[in-house]
Nanobody, 125 residues
Framework: QVQLVESGGGLVQAGGSLRLSCAAS????????MGWFRRAPGAEREFVAA????????AYADSVTGRFTISRDFVKNTLFLQMNSLKTEDTAVYYC??????????????????WGQGTQVTVSS
């Protein structure tokens, strides 16, 4: 059973940066593919980025490619999302999630079995 706790959200002006963290415990971190999702007000949850269990591959939504970077620290069992050049449309609750290694870099939220509680990111104009 994996527990995930996000942190690092907040209020930032458009063009600014934030770094989200997701601390994992209770499981073998390196055996899971990890992902970030977000849910904007009135919208469905959407894929943001994923990082493979072996640390070699990453995938991004088109909307964040070139602005966001996903990474993971296998020593500290922590997943990160560096968000640069933030836009107002990036405003959402951001969730960290873990999926079985067999799912590889899946973008389907239904294939992630473990979720954090979410952290709010608000980008003002």
């Amino acid at each position: 059973q994996v527990q995930l706790v996000e942190s690092g959200g907040g209020l930032v002006q458009a063009g600014g940066s934030l770094r989200l963290s997701c601390a994992a415990s209770g499981g073998t971190f390196r055996t899971y593919n990890m992902g970030w999702f977000r849910r904007a007000p009135g919208a469905e949850r959407e894929f943001v980025a994923a990082f493979s269990w072996n640390g070699y591959s990453a995938a991004y939504a088109d909307s964040v490619t070139g602005r966001f970077t996903i990474s993971r620290d296998f020593v500290k069992n922590t997943l990160f999302l560096q968000m640069n050049s933030l836009k107002t449309e990036d405003t959402a609750v951001y969730y960290c999630a873990a999926a079985n290694r067999a799912t590889w870099l899946t973008r389907r939220d239904t294939e992630y079995g473990y979720w954090g509680q979410g952290t709010q990111v608000t980008v003002s104009s």
